[in-house]
């Protein structure tokens, strides 16, 4: 893999430590869940409330998003106009999508009636797997800025260093959903 | 090394590392579904695969580790996530002995006190 | 549309009726200074959109200093009221008025006074120090301190309108939960502390990419100069433990505005939770506050006794060691909570051990001494007094690292007198050192001695006369936090106590005069040469004032202590062709936009105007797009005009 | 002569603080320093012990800075000035390895104490502990002894030289239950049981304090402990088991509002499960069918 100007620079660089923050800001949302898992309030508690069928589904569509991040901005390195557009907008929507069976998935809770203040379990798994999705849509605005500027400069070396952000952030971010899918799901369902 | 050939040797390289973080976290969800482990061990074997998926993800999308010689990536990350573990586990302990000494019945302190005279204290 | 606003959240008690009438009327009587000299136009070009990392500094440092006046007062007010409150006379204050105050002075202190002060000195020596022009990123830069400005400005506001939070410096939950707690006090405490945070975490990232990114060429990490070392140890303590704050303000703020349950005492909440996340940043906070202000004292003390500094690859792992061991000792805050054997035993352990680097350190500084030629300026009367009450601090720190002594003195006056030990003899003392030792590189000038080391004389009597009493009320079995008692026998020592906080009054008064004194004086305390105490960094190497590009070229550097070694050899001046076009940032509004937009989003969320929060969002969003878009946002500086400000400087 | 005049100005400071510092001290009585209860007692000698062990790297940093900043200073150019020199192993050896030898001392002490010490730990004795069931109210303490039927509030009798265990909870912002004399503070929470052991040595009463700020009466929340010869208790809870004043769930609502009350009281307690009700007002309706024994360490086992 050669090395990228992009990936040298001072932003860069900044960046970078500004996700090391964020990892210590989701360890510990992480472990106020672990240490709340059990506290239900006589509620309903994890295997009662999710499809891991749902998650799964998820969990792929986000994956795929990651990859096609990483296909656009290997597009965008070699200048391949078509490729880079088709990739950037196939991260944004397997994006969106994710986003909405996530927001579906939160609806359908709420309705149900066990809404982020029926119990500490679901304040803190509401808190978790919300952040996380903020994040997304956070991804998903700044994905959008990014392609309104592409079509308006094209490949100007400040998109380069736009974008390198962008990816490195989004990649983070499916990184994140690893360990949302083994501790909320696999293990606060299974184990 | 034409650009053309670069460009296709990299993709494919991406979509490996796609394909192996697929692989591992189908892997995941099959075992927890199946319900064949027990709970400690399900727990195990999750974490364990979601690490490898970590450094799968890593390498392939981050390419952490490739670059010049003091490497301010990778070792941030590496004292990032060290320190991250290091307040996950030591608040879940914290609180596990918290929770147990708070939760604890007269029958259960009795058990907990022989338990330390044994030990001489 | 106005959420919970209504009138009775107005003083009414005399004390912050009088505070709550003083401030605006201070504000305004600037405000017509200021239209009277017609200086608004200075102010906001000059400074408030200044990208300058060194007028930031100064921005940050004169915020902290008005903050240490109204922390001091705070002070004065407890110590009043303890002293007087005996049996059944009620003192000053009502209770809630007493711990409103106490609340606010220990915020205060610790957020605006030495968070202040910390990120002030390093925004004006650090980039100087290695010899770059300015900090990675500028514009973020201004962006910290204006959100340092808006939690400061909600921090006061509170006691203009709705109150301030009564559950001390760091609001144990359920105190200050709903069900306790409903009033808009502890929402003003956990939204100045989440905006003035996340202002010091982008300074964290800011500095940390400076000193690893832009250190001018030849300075490897290990012929740094020590204090930069003690900044990159401490930028990254607050890294990795700043967002621990954020989530934990964030998830209290989520039970008392969404109804949430993380830490209240039913619906399965654990307000243990809280105190282990908030410790989890707190150990590391206290370092983060102290490591700069040794690497101050590493600087000053080899300055001022003209020896190289003793032992430099131990200091550097000492402070490395520190950083480490800072992250597994949290638990030693809530030792008495009930958390069994081991754990405690675990963590009284870990933090003993962190007592040997800090030792060390003392070691090296003393053999730093040894066989020097010291000069007694202020700054190393500062370094005596430090050693002398940082000491004492050490050891009554190593005593409560043992739990089973901890069960006895943990949350008693012993313990008020251990940490305003270390704190004031360790980072107070570190900073006003660091403030008077670099002031001429900022303003030209040098501050008048003997005032400065009166200065020093009354803070360090103060501290004695007003903590070692607090000692003995400790191992009286006096509480902290009291605004009255019912044993006479207390009474003596609380009016030593409140004798000695008024010392230590006098001696703020004398470092003010001080600075008063020296402005006057400025004609004879002039710095002609850029170097007034003969110092050993780079810093030094640039006239005073310094300039706004710090280095016309930028030096190259081979050793420790480079400007020592050059002064040695001789400097060659360099001739009209070294010179070459530099690339400045230009001035940007956008930084106090987004703090005055952050200031608008806590004060909407304290009152439930959620459509004024939403709105301020937004509004910080849009900032930062425009931000990111703006294309021309530096100019050039032609080589011509570099040399010929290098020539009038010299003449 | 002008070289001395800082001299004198620090050393009559000192002689002038410790006069003054000396004159003050002898008129306080110091609890830590004069327990009244085994625990105090072994904690204390500990205090002296580390205090010691601290001094001895202490000690020699006054020392060395007074001596060096007036051997080395400006003025005295018969001192040896060296401003190269700044390495030297011998002193790091000395340096690191003295406070490493002090510290694992140190560190042994604590382990052993943290396990000797710890409030959970039943104090050795051939009688029987009383119970004590403690529960920190908004701004007064009331304390239950279940085997003996009597409540109080804001007092403690208990008999000398039998140990005491507590079992203690709160309906009250995060209180801390600490006297002096007798040894360990310990937290009260509510919806929480912790549990802590003392033993008082000596008849007297003695004051108890709260340490953790819980709101506006926090000052005022103190109680006495009356320890007293074991006739003189059972005397008492004679007396005491005749009480007007009765203590069931409904006393206890009226009492539990909040307020300030110092008063010494008596009940006679009707209901011997008080302080489980108490502990289940802040339980969910689903941990409370279960009944209070069964709960085992639910974090780890499901983790």
């Not at chain 1, 430590?17 to 898992?37: E, G, Q, S």
Request: proline fraction near 4%; hydrophobic fraction near 55%.
């Amino acid at each position: 893999m050669i090395r990228t100007k992009e990936q040298e620079s001072a932003p860069m660089l900044g960046f970078w430590l500004y996700l090391m923050t964020d990892l210590m800001l989701f360890a510990t949302v992480f472990a106020t869940f672990m240490v709340l898992r059990h506290a239900t309030a006589g509620g309903p508690s994890a295997p009662e409330l999710f499809s891991m069928k749902t998650v799964l589904t998820e969990t792929m569509i986000l994956l795929a998003s990651s990859l096609f991040c990483g296909l656009a901005w290997l597009a965008l390195r070699h200048k391949k106009r078509t490729d880079f557009l088709m990739y950037s907008i196939a991260t944004l929507l397997a994006g969106a999508v994710f986003l909405a069976i996530e927001i579906q998935e939160f609806a359908q809770l709420v309705h149900e009636g066990f809404g982020p203040s029926t119990s500490a379990f679901l304040s803190s798994f509401f808190t978790l797997v919300g952040m996380h999705g903020f994040h997304i849509a956070i991804g998903l605005l700044w994905g959008i800025a990014l392609l309104i500027m592409f079509a308006k400069k094209g490949f100007g070396s400040s998109l380069a260093r736009k974008f390198a952000l962008f990816a490195v952030f989004w990649h983070f971010l499916d990184i994140v959903w690893i360990f949302i899918f083994t501790i909320v799901y696999v293990i606060g369902v299974h184990a | 090394m034409s650009a053309i050939d670069d460009y296709r040797k990299e993709t494919i390289r991406y979509i490996v590392g796609a394909v192996a973080a697929a692989v591992l976290t189908y892997v995941v969800y099959m075992v927890a579904v199946e319900q064949r482990l027990e709970a400690v061990w399900l727990a195990v074997v999750a974490l364990g695969l979601a690490m490898v998926q970590l450094l799968v993800q890593m390498v392939s999308f981050l390419h952490l580790g490739n670059e010049t010689k003091p490497r301010w990536k990778a070792q941030s990350f590496v004292f990032a996530f060290l320190m991250a573990t290091v307040i996950m586990v030591g608040s879940i302990w914290i609180m596990a002995n918290l929770d147990y000494n708070m939760g604890m019945s007269p029958q259960q302190m009795d058990e907990y006190m022989i338990k330390q005279n044994k030990k001489g204290f | 549309m106005f959420g919970r606003l209504s009138l009775d959240y107005l003083p009414h008690e005399p004390a912050t009726i009088g505070a709550a009438v003083a401030m605006p009327l201070a504000l305004i009587a600037i405000a017509v200074a200021l239209t009277y000299y017609k200086k608004w136009r200075w102010l906001w070009r000059e400074w408030l959109t200044s990208l300058d990392a060194k007028k930031i500094g100064v921005m940050y440092i004169v915020v902290a200093i008005v903050m240490l006046l109204r922390g001091v007062a705070d002070a004065v007010m407890l110590r009043m009221q303890t002293a007087l409150a005996v049996g059944d006379n009620p003192g000053l204050f009502s209770v809630d008025t007493f711990q409103q105050v106490f609340t606010a002075h220990g915020t205060i202190m610790i957020f605006f006074v030495a968070m202040g002060l910390m990120f002030g000195i390093i925004n004006v020596v650090m980039p100087l120090q290695i010899g770059a022009r300015d900090v990675a990123f500028p514009w973020l830069n201004s962006v910290s301190f204006w959100l340092f400005v808006a939690g400061m400005i909600l921090v006061n506001g509170a006691l203009l309108f709705g109150g301030f939070s009564n559950g001390g410096w760091l609001g144990y939950p359920p105190l200050t939960e709903l069900q306790y707690n409903p009033g808009p006090g502890v929402d003003y405490w956990i939204w100045a502390l989440q905006i003035a945070g996340i202002g010091s975490l982008l300074s964290g990232i800011n500095f940390t990419v400076t000193i690893l990114k832009k250190r001018a060429p030849g300075m490897t990490l290990m012929k740094m100069p020590i204090f930069v070392w003690s900044v990159l140890v401490t930028m990254v303590l607050v890294m990795i433990s700043f967002p621990m704050l954020t989530s934990a303000l964030s998830l209290l703020a989520l039970d008392r505005t969404l109804d949430m349950h993380f830490f209240t005492s039913n619906m399965g909440g654990n307000p243990m939770m809280y105190i282990n996340l908030i410790w989890a940043w707190g150990h590391p906070e206290v370092y983060i506050l102290v490591l700069p202000a040794f690497g101050i004292y590493s600087e000053v003390v080899a300055t001022f006794a003209r020896k190289k500094l003793f032992g430099y690859k131990t200091m550097v792992a000492a402070l490395v060691a520190i950083m480490f061991f800072s992250f597994v000792v949290w638990q030693h805050h809530f030792f008495t909570m009930g958390a069994g054997a081991n754990v405690n035993a675990f963590f009284g352990i870990m933090t003993m051990i962190i007592a040997i680097p800090t030792g060390v350190k003392i070691f090296n500084w003393l053999f730093t001494m040894y066989r020097g030629r010291i000069r007694f300026t202020a700054p190393f009367v500062w370094f005596m007094c430090f050693v002398v009450t940082f000491t004492i601090g050490g050891v009554t720190g190593v005593l409560m690292a043992v739990p089973a002594l901890d069960f006895q003195i943990h949350n008693s006056m012993f313990l008020v007198a251990h940490f305003h030990n270390v704190i004031i003899g360790g980072v107070v003392f570190g900073y006003l050192a660091g403030i008077t030792y670099w002031f001429p590189k900022v303003l030209g000038f040098r501050l008048h001695d003997r005032l400065g080391r009166w200065s020093a004389y009354a803070w360090q009597v103060g501290f004695l006369l007003a903590f070692l009493p607090l000692y003995a009320l400790g191992l009286m079995g006096a509480v902290r936090r009291i605004d009255h008692y019912t044993d006479p026998s207390w009474q003596p020592f609380f009016i030593v106590s409140a004798v000695g906080v008024l010392t230590i009054a006098l001696g703020i008064g004398l470092f003010v005069l001080q600075i008063g004194v020296s402005v006057w004086q400025r004609k004879k305390l002039r710095d002609t040469n850029g170097d007034p105490w003969d110092g050993r960094t780079l810093e030094w190497s640039v006239p005073s004032p310094a300039p706004h590009y710090n280095f016309a070229i930028q030096p190259t550097v081979s050793r420790i202590d480079e400007w020592w070694y050059q002064k040695k050899d001789g400097v060659a001046r360099p001739t009209r062709n070294d010179y070459k076009d530099i690339v400045l940032p230009k001035n940007s509004g956008l930084g106090v936009a987004i703090g005055l937009l952050c200031f608008v989003f806590g004060g909407a969320v304290i009152w439930h105007l959620w459509w004024l929060a939403a709105l301020a969002f937004v509004g910080v969003i849009v900032v930062i797009l425009v931000r990111t878009f703006d294309e021309n946002t530096e100019y050039t500086m032609t080589a011509e005009k570099l040399y010929q400000e290098a020539k009038e400087a010299r003449v | 002569m002008k070289k001395y005049r800082v001299m004198f100005g620090v050393a009559a400071t000192i002689i002038i603080l410790s006069l003054l510092g000396y004159l003050l001290a002898r008129t306080g009585h110091y609890d830590i320093l004069q327990p009244m209860g085994d625990i105090a007692k072994q904690q204390r000698n500990l205090l002296y012990f580390a205090l010691l062990l601290c001094a001895v790297v202490v000690v020699p940093v006054f020392i060395m800075l007074g001596s060096f900043a007036w051997k080395f200073r400006e003025g005295n150019k018969k001192a040896h000035y060296k401003p190269e020199w700044s390495e030297n192993k011998l002193l790091e050896v000395v340096w690191w390895g003295i406070p490493i030898v002090i510290i694992s001392i140190l560190a042994v002490v604590a382990w052993s104490t943290s396990h000797s010490l710890d409030p959970y730990r039943p104090i050795a004795s051939n009688k029987k502990a009383i119970e004590v069931q403690v529960v920190a109210l908004q701004w007064k303490w009331l304390f239950i002894y279940p085997e003996l039927g009597v409540a109080t509030l804001n007092q403690l009798p208990v008999p000398v030289g039998t140990p005491v265990h507590f079992t203690l909870t709160a309906d009250a912002p995060m209180s801390a239950f600490w006297v002096p004399t007798l040894g360990s503070q310990i937290y009260t929470m509510n919806g929480m049981s912790s549990q802590l052991y003392l033993i008082a040595d000596h008849a007297g009463d003695f004051p108890g304090y709260t340490t953790n700020i819980n709101g506006e009466g926090y000052a005022d929340m103190k109680f006495m402990v009356h320890a007293q010869p074991e006739a003189a208790f059972n005397s008492w809870v004679e007396r005491a088991r005749g009480s007007s004043q009765m203590m069931d769930a409904a006393a206890y609502e009226t009492l539990a509002k909040p307020g300030v009350i110092t008063e010494e009281r008596e009940y006679m307690l009707m209901d011997d499960n008080l302080y489980s009700k108490v502990l289940e007002k802040y339980m969910a309706p689903k941990d409370q069918q279960m009944d209070h024994s069964s709960s085992t360490m639910p974090v780890m086992e499901g983790m």
